[in-house]
């Protein structure tokens, strides 16, 4: 991991001094992350790969300015995330004031295809997870599926670390509540 | 530790100090509460799990292109002019190279031909008596002055002290014509008396 993380910021050495394919290497390390992670936010894979695309393009332009090679992955996810919010306000009219707007059928849930969990569970996380506020939804992907520590995420949305807390927590307890039992019935 | 669902959830993320993970666990062997909760944490991630990643469904990448890229000079310059920290130290470098050409560069001082040492005595020598005549004149001319002055200072202490003898002259001749009258009349007023009787 130490070896990756060494690796990765020799990429964006490279990169920062304009050689393109260290760039699409990078690239190629961390767009499967980074689609997921939009995936699950906006809740379209059209839009999802298109904002992953910018995400990139954007990150590739102001990778000068990234002061410490080792803060590339937050520095990436925090890109993410405004470039997903710029989407929600340009789609804001069409939605009635609806920030985030994703589609609960969409939200990364691999229904069927080659999964191995059942379908039931499946369409159970996608159910709960249409439950939470935009917020706390983001604040689940991050920690659980992306696994960021708590200062991460805090530095990728902006907000105090007890904010980021107290979103995951409130989801984690309706979450519970929706998933648990599932689990226990299917056991 | 008393039962903190605060404390349970970083702990079940890993979020919590060595010591404070400890304290936890010792404290889960014995409140089956707890233990409860983690395990229902647990059930939560797995399940939430179950929605796994998907691939994207086409790769990202750029290619080169050389007419889109900036020159290796022009991408230098923009790199230079980005960072405040190389260009703080290009201008320090720059002032620093500016001292040392301006301490280059400044004519030295004409180097004047060093006289013999038989005219260097002379010149001392005559140097020496211009100074010595020199003294002397200017202690001459200061002694003048001096004796100038001190008889400035007598001729006027002895004019100051003729007035004032005057003065006091004048004034012992004024009481002693007063006096002379007052015994005249004295003398005349006795006659009379005399004659009177």
Known sequence: MIFRAVEDADLIRKAARGDVEAYNLLISRWEKRVFNYLLRIVGNREDALDLSQDVFLKAYQNLRKLEDPERFVPWLFRIAHNEAYSLFRKRKPESEGETVPPDASHMGVSVGGSSVFPLELSLAVARALDRLSPDQREAVVLKIYQGFKFEEIAEILSCPISTVKSRLYTALDLLKGDLAPVKSRGA | ?197
């Not at chain 2, 993970?21 to 409860?36: K, M, T």
């Not at chain 2, 500016?98 to 031909?113: E, K």
């Not at chain 2, 001319?141 to 400035?152: L, M, N, P, V």
């Not at chain 2, 007598?154 to 006096?179: K, P, Q, V």
């Open chain 2, 1 to 197: 530790m008393s039962c903190s669902p605060q404390d349970l959830r970083d702990y079940f993320f890993n979020e919590l100090l060595e010591s404070d993970r400890r304290s936890v666990d010792i404290h889960l062997r014995s409140c089956q509460n707890c233990r409860e909760e983690v395990e229902r944490l647990r059930a939560t991630e797995a399940a939430l799990l179950a929605a796994r990643d998907e691939e994207p469904p086409q790769r990202i990448a750029f290619i080169s292109d050389k007419v889109f890229e900036p020159s290796a000079l022009r991408r230098w310059w923009r790199d230079f002019w980005g960072s405040a920290a190389r260009l703080g130290f290009a201008s320090a470098a720059m002032l620093s190279a500016a001292i040392v050409f301006a301490a280059l560069t400044r004519p030295a001082p004409l180097a004047l031909p060093s006289p013999p040492r038989a005219e260097l005595a002379r010149i001392e020598a005559e140097f020496s008596a211009r100074l010595q005549q020199a003294v002397k004149a200017a202690v001459s001319e200061s002694e003048a002055r001096q004796a100038a002055r001190t008889d400035q200072v007598l001729a006027a202490a002895e004019r100051r002290y003729r007035l004032e003898r005057e003065a006091i002259l004048l004034a012992a001749s004024e009481d002693h014509e007063l006096m002379r009258k007052r015994y005249g009349r004295m003398v005349l007023a006795s006659m009379e008396r005399r004659d009177e009787k």
